[in-house]
Structures are given as C-alpha cells and as structure tokens.
C-alpha cells in the first residue's frame, strides 16, 4: 500500500462529508431547521478529520517528502494545495462564527453558513480531485516504495499524537449517523 492510497480512502470520507454539508445547507437555504448540534458536528469532524488530520498528513508529511524528492514547493501543486488549504481554512472560520450565532436563535445568519458551506464544498471537491488526478500520481513516481512506507508510519503516528487513539474510528462513526439522518 502506497501512502497516496491511504490518503485516497480518506477523501472517500471527506467527500460524504461535503455531501451531507450540501444536504444541511440546501436545508437551511429553503428555511428549514436544522439540529444546532449537528451543525457543530459537522464542523468538527471538518475540522478534526479534513483540517488536523488529512491536511496534517499533506503539509507536515507527503508534501515535505515530495520537496525532498526535488518538488518544489512555492511555485507548482504543492504550492496550489497549500493555498487551497489556507482559503478551506478560511470557508471553516466563517462557518464555525456562523453556526455559534445560529445556536444562540439568531438564524439571520443562515444564508452566511450556506454561503460559506457551498464555497467550501466546491473548493474541496475540485480540491481533491486535483490531488487525486494530479499531485498524487506525481508523487507515487518520485517517491519510492520505501518512503511510501515510512509515510505511513509516519501518517500513523501522526493521528496518534494530534487527535488521540481511536479518534478516527470514533469520527468515522459520527460520518455515518450524520449520513444515516440527512442522505439516507
């Protein structure tokens, strides 16, 4: 198994993720309510899985490993994901002020959450296809086979240390009730 493989898996996750911020958002774009914890939930397995997580596992790993290969990281994909990351970053900030609001019943700021929640999505899921189609491939060819492995050690112990054991698992699980209450 090639680390880029790992990574693959993991946006099968965020994907679902981002249909069920759809789902949320076209929920409360048409008025409806939407249960305040989910909100939050939603929120911190983005922030926990995509932000901590994954991203950690690009920026601090694959794409430290990917300039020592000779990438560069300024100009080129590295430097267009790292972009994408910070504006990904940026799209969460909003929605997280956002839903505080929406918790305290002031549901005015509705279409903001939507408005930041569908940038979000977009972004993402370009985003993730780039990476999928284009970074990762470059980097299954410049990096051999035994750094793909110590990625993923290294991708391991990372998810230990930044957001504990059995977090991911436990985050896995909270996807799929959400899943369950708003696509099924």
């Known amino acids: 198994m090639k680390a880029t493989e790992v990574l693959r898996e993991e946006h099968k996750a965020i994907k679902l993720a981002l249909s069920i911020l759809g789902r949320v958002s076209n929920k409360l774009e048409s008025g409806e309510k939407v249960d305040q914890e989910d909100l939050g939930r939603i ?96 980097a299954d060819m410049q990096l051999p086979d035994e750094t793909q492995r110590e990625l993923i050690e290294k991708f391991e112990k990372l998810e230990q240390d930044r957001i504990g054991i059995g977090k991911h698992e436990e985050l896995h699980e909270l996807l799929h009730h959400l899943k369950d209450k708003y696509l099924e």
């Open 43 to 138: 929120l911190e397995f983005i922030k926990t899985f995509v932000d901590t997580c994954h991203h950690g596992k690009e920026e601090g790993l694959l794409f430290v490993a990917m300039e020592n290969a000779g990438m560069p990281r300024a100009r080129g994909p590295i430097g267009v994901m790292l972009k994408e990351h910070e504006m990904g970053r940026s799209y969460v900030r909003n929605m997280r002020e956002t839903v505080e609001k929406y918790k305290t019943g002031d549901f005015s700021y509705s279409s903001r959450l939507v408005e930041n929640a569908k940038k979000y999505a977009e972004l993402l899921n370009a985003h993730i296809e780039k990476e999928d189609n284009i970074l990762y491939p470059m």
